[in-house]
């Protein structure tokens, strides 16, 4: 059994994910100026070191279900995360202008990480069996409203950034469920057409967001002063950094947030170009094996799953790194298994956890 | 991936989510390596912009000696406290605590903070703060995290008012000036915060005094806490400067002056303002000169207050004009001087030829000044007396081009070439210069007021100064010159000035040893000042003069130059508005030379220590003829 499971394993999946939580307590450790304070249980590195292992154990558990008994409890987990997502609104902690969190105990979760996943379990489940059945846009009616309700509680908290996660998912998915190209594209034009009338119902605060975005310049010390410093991090890190610790952006506070949204830009300031190429690196391997691992998934449930994986990765990582270099809007959304969080990391180990399943369990009929 | 054994749709929109997700790769990628390879070096400038901060260190000015080595204008530490720019906006309550601190206005702050657009050397914010405030705001560190305390070398003078047009002042270089600084050349040692010579010998020897200021890098975090000193780049100190400027005849200069002019403002006289030069006759070097009102260049050096600077600024007698080398003035009376030597000089007269003296000219009608008559007259009591009709005579028989040449031979109508800047040049009347401003012909009133010092006669004291120098001194113009010396940083000499001979007077050594004798007899009983320095120890000539001033109250005139026999001080002294010069310059003179000469300024009750009977002058006849404000009268 052990044997059969190390033989069967995708190391890519495993050694990428190893790596990139490895260089994200590294980059949490410098951001939080663990050099200085040292290294006890109070740290953040400690604890996303700890739930980096106790998520460890929880994957290596996971390998002994089979995934597929996850259609089962499909409808329960989608009442569950409606529940959780209602409980944010109601009994939530805010931060930062956003109500995001629940207490329990010591810890604080942040359920719209977990119901990313959750969704991807309910909508592989909701969008198998209209595998290939996407002809009409009466036949989308069903998924959109199911996939709809959970996005507009996640809207309302309010995590823009999050909804849009979720939207990414879902349009992945249906494009593999087999969606008719027709469709797409009548979708897609009408999306193109109507995306300049968004800017009237945009709110101002969210105008000014998107003139900020383009041109950081006009807000140096508001809202642009993120994109400012995060880029100037990046830039002078240039092609071999500036060192651990060594960065003066981050070690001075001059880049805000630099342990959870934009790690990304201490890992460029300090470790330069070089490491940042090996993040990217790394990031893709793992997306490219998500999608590669649903391409020779011969379970239609595992394949919807990995597609979701992997779409939930590939955009959290286009908007996190895309913000701290400027080319992205400035949303909240952590670059997975780096940013600290433990709400987050946990999903995305749960995440690579199924996606390991998945693999082995493809494999169970050729040998 | 791509030689699927499935069906040929699913392969297909696999490979298109694998398309996408290379392509948002390759953007990433694209735009990391532009930002980190091709755009590094923008970006580490800009990170070094943020945490580093070159800190000006102010080097000292350098010091102005006077002539016997005494400090005239030093430099004193100071504690100033200083604003670290954050590249953002100040936060509001480290403004208000700082303003509360400080005791300053908020606005003043915020807009001194806000004016500074760029480069990140931190913004001076109060100088010479006391050490009750020091302690205040240490005690307040932690909510000042911006706020910087340093000691600074601050211009001092410890003289206060004293020749401070001459001296000049300084200021910290405006932004506009920095941008200027940086246009003419890049590497400019100026930076914000250098302390620049605006005014007088700070500016313009500003070059020597300024030195280069030093630097220490510092490395700060975003809230502008210092967290770490770089490397330090060392104050290379002014150079000095040594000034032929005695203290002790400047001072006695500046008390005589303060007390004349509060004398005559008591009297009623309007004593607008009061210039002096002091020069050594043998060499040109100026060891006094005063201009007043005065102003204290200390407020500068400490940050001028709006109040103060209006009170300057509204002043209408000028505070800031150095009279002594731009003032401009008919120079009356004493240009009998001038008109006396080129009568005898061109034989239009002998010294023993006696002319009548009716109280008034026999072709034009022009008097002397209270319309007395002397009688018969010589050359010498003409001059001692300083009568108006017989130079009116003088005038007849030179004409207006004899007394423009000899004008000239004695430097009137051009700069004496001292090295300060604003230099007036005066002006000789002539024919000519009537032309070209009246385009009308001169006439013999004309020249008979020209004879006296006045028509479009203009003198500045310095000048004066200059004339009688050659009187003094037989008949060497000199240059007139300030600065002796300039040293090197090191403290050797780079470069040593001494006197410089302009020329000579064409003009015979018994002409001007007449001139002398007449002079001489001024300050004798009888002579125009001869009551102030009756029992004056040290023989004294001079000569005073009343000129016309258009705009209010006659100038008062008096240079002299002492002692007669070998003369070591030249004086000229004017007072604006002070009425007869006998009354409002010549105390001025003589309590120069009183301190100089170290004479007991008391009035000595007891006979003279010279015998009177060495005295010469007249023993009959009024002692004021002098100087009668005479209207010039066109006659048509």
Known sequence: MWLRIWQRCDWTIIISTLLLVSIGI???????????????????????????????????????????????????????TLLMLLAVIFVGTSALGAQRWIEIGPITIQPSEFSKLLMIICMANMLE????????????????????????????????????????????????????????????????????????????????????FLNPDIDPFGSGYHIIQSKIAIGSGTIVGKG????????????????????????????????????????????????????????????????????????????????????????GIPLPFISYGVSALTTNMISIGILLNISMQRTKYIF | MLESLYKRKKTS???????????????LGFRLFTMQVLEGGYYQAKADGNHLRMVPMTAARGVMYDRNGQILVGSRPAYTVSIMPTGKPLAEEELQ?????????????????????????????????????????????????????????????????????????????????LEEFKAKDPNTPVSGGTILGRAGLEKLYDNVLRGVDGGKQLEVD???????????????????????????????????????????????????????????????????MVSAPEFNPNWFARGITTAQWNQLNTDENHPFENKAIAGEYPPGSPFKIVTGAAALDLKKVTPDEMIFDSGRHWLVDKRNAAGEALGWINFNTALAKSDNVYFYEMGNRLGIDNIETYARYFGFGEK?????????????????????????????????????????????????????????????????????????PDGTPAEIFGPKKLGSLP??????????????????????????????????????????????????WFTAYAPYDNPRLVIAVIVEQGGFGSSSAVPIVHDILAAYFNVPTKKNKTDSAVPSSERRGTANGRDNNDDAPVKPVTQN
């Open chain 2, 507 to 556: 003009i015979s050594n018994h002409v001007m040893n007449l001139v002398r004798e007449g002079l001489r007899d001024v300050t004798t009983e009888g002579g125009t000042a001869g009551n102030l320095f009756q029992n004056f120890p040290v023989n004294v000539a001079g000569k005073t003069g009343t000129s016309e001033n258009a705009h209010g109250r006659d100038h008062g």
């Open chain 1, 244 to 331: 651990l610790f060594n960065g003066t952006q981050s070690q001075l506070n001059f880049l805000p947030e630099n342990h959870t949204d934009f790690i990304f830009s201490v890992i460029g300031e300090e470790m330069g170009f070089i490491g940042c190429a090996i993040v990217l690196l790394l990031l893709f391997l793992l997306i490219y094996r998500s999608i590669h691992v649903a391409y020779t998934c011969n379970d239609r449930f595992g394949m919807l799953l990995a597609v979701g994986i992997g779409a939930m990765l590939a955009f959290e990582v286009l908007i996190n790194i895309g913000m701290t270099m400027g080319i992205m809007p400035v949303t």
């Open chain 1, 129 to 212: 069996p209209r595998y290939e059945q996407l002809h009409t846009f009466k036949s989308l009616v069903f998924p959109v409203l199911y996939v709809g309700f959970p996005i507009l509680l996640v809207f309302m908290q309010p995590d823009l950034g999050t909804s849009l996660v979720y939207i990414a998912i879902f349009i992945a998915m249906l494009f593999v469920s087999g969606i008719h190209l027709r469709l797409v594209r009548i979708i897609a034009t009408t999306g193109v057409l109507l995306l300049p009338l968004a800017w009237f119902i945009l709110k101002d605060y969210q105008k000014q967001r998107i003139l900020v």
């Open chain 2, 97 to 177: 605590k700082l303003a509360v601190v400080l005791k300053k206005d908020p606005e003043e702050i915020r807009k001194k903070v806000d004016n500074h657009k760029e480069g990140y050397e931190p913004i001076r914010i109060a100088t010479d703060i006391s050490m009750d405030v020091v302690t205040n705001i240490e005690e307040h560190r932690h909510e000042l995290p911006g706020v910087t305390i340093d000691v600074e070398p601050l211009r001092f003078y410890p003289y206060e008012t004293m020749a401070a047009q001459l001296f000049g002042y300084v200021g910290e270089v405006s932004e506009e000036e």
């Open chain 2, 13 to 27: 929109r696999f490979d298109v989510l694998f398309y996408i997700v290379t392509g948002i790769f390759i953007i």
């Open chain 2, 222 to 288: 975003a809230s502008g806490r210092t967290v770490a000193e770089g490397e330090r780049k060392h104050t290379i100190p002014g150079s000095n400067i040594y000034l032929t400027i005695d203290v002790n005849i400047q001072k006695a200069a500046e008390e005589a002056v303060a007390k004349q002019l509060d004398q005559l403002r008591a009297e009623g006289a309007p004593a607008t303002g009061a210039a002096v030069v002091v020069l050594d006759p043998n060499t040109g070097a100026v060891l006094a």
């Open chain 2, 416 to 488: 004496t070439g001292i090295n300060l800047a604003g230099e007036a040049e005066g002006n000789v009347a002539s024919a000519a210069y009537k032309r070209k401003i009246f385009d009308d012909e001169w006439y013999l009133g004309e020249t008979f007021d020209a004879a006296i010092g006045q028509s479009f006669h203009l003198a500045t004291p310095l000048q004066m100064a200059v004339m009688m120098s050659q009187v003094a001194n037989g008949g060497i113009r000199y240059q007139p010159y300030v600065v002796s010396r300039i040293d090197n």
């Open chain 1, 26 to 80: 590294i980059a949490i450790g410098s951001a939080t100026h663990v050099n200085q304070t040292g290294l006890d249980a109070s740290t953040l590195v400690a604890k996303q070191l700890m739930f980096f292992l106790v998520n460890v154990v929880i994957v290596i558990g996971l390998q002994f279900f089979d995934y597929r008994k996850l259609k089962d409890w499909a409808n329960s987990i989608y009442v569950i």
